[in-house]
């Protein structure tokens, strides 16, 4: 079984475009994340939700929405789609609560903006 | 603002030596600092972590160290095979409101000749 699934898994789009990413975790963790990561490898972290509720939100265009139907799913919608927003993007998630727990990464999203 | 300082950038060793990878972090908060390994064109995977209340700790080949007072932290890998060539991301985490985003290093490319 797969622990976290995300989807599509590649992405070629057009500038200016809106697309959707899809994470779904079946671990029955509280909390889920999306990371992106650039050309140079480099991991960063965008959004966390925990049960639902946007916790974390750094410093990303209002282009990026995340949305979480409920806690087995955590998806991101990216509209006016520009070169720089290709990227890997990873979901994870973990168990909420007092003390960290790991994070499991999806198999992440390839994103070519063209 | 919170950052993470690893280094080397790559790192290539013989089958058999022992390969270090060291972090610097920034966030004098932080309390959790996991190691994730990323073979290419797969997900990160946690190989371990250690929380700020242990100065060590060990699995098999595995090691990392952590000295609170330096903001330090490094994993230590002996009797490396090939299949130890990958990524390496080091990691620092404050936990809080259930949920913990990771400040990942810039990682370091690892190459094990055989």
């Known amino acids: 079984d797969t622990a976290v699934s995300q989807t599509p898994k590649y992405l070629v789009t057009q500038m200016g475009n809106d697309k959707s990413i899809k994470c779904e975790q079946n671990?029955?963790?509280?909390?889920m994340y999306w990371y992106k990561q650039d050309s140079k490898k480099f991991l960063k972290i965008m959004f966390s939700y925990n049960n639902k509720e946007l916790i974390i939100n750094e410093t990303v265009p209002n282009r990026f929405s995340p949305k979480s139907p409920d806690k087995a799913h955590l998806n991101l919608h990216i509209n006016s789609l520009e070169l720089g927003d290709s990227a890997v993007y990873f979901c994870a998630s973990s168990r909420g609560g007092s003390t960290y727990n790991e994070q499991f990464f999806g198999p992440g999203t390839r994103l070519t903006v063209l | 603002g919170e950052n993470v300082e690893q280094h080397p950038s790559t790192l290539s060793v013989q089958e058999g030596d022992s390969a270090v990878i060291k972090c610097t972090y920034s966030?004098?908060?932080?309390?959790?600092f996991p190691w994730y390994k990323q073979e290419l064109g797969k997900r990160p995977q946690l190989i371990i972590d250690i929380r700020s209340n242990v100065g060590e700790k060990k699995d098999q080949r595995i090691a990392v160290t952590l000295n609170k007072t330096a903001k330090h932290f490094s994993l230590h890998i002996t009797e490396t095979q090939p299949e130890d060539s990958a990524v390496y991301f080091c990691?620092?985490?404050?936990?809080?409101?259930?949920?913990?985003?990771?400040?990942f290093g810039q990682g370091t490319t690892l190459q094990v000749k055989p």
């Open positions: 671990l029955g963790h509280d909390t």
């Open positions: 990691a620092a985490s404050r936990w809080s409101s259930n949920t913990g985003k990771l400040i």
């Open positions: 966030d004098s908060a932080s309390n959790y």
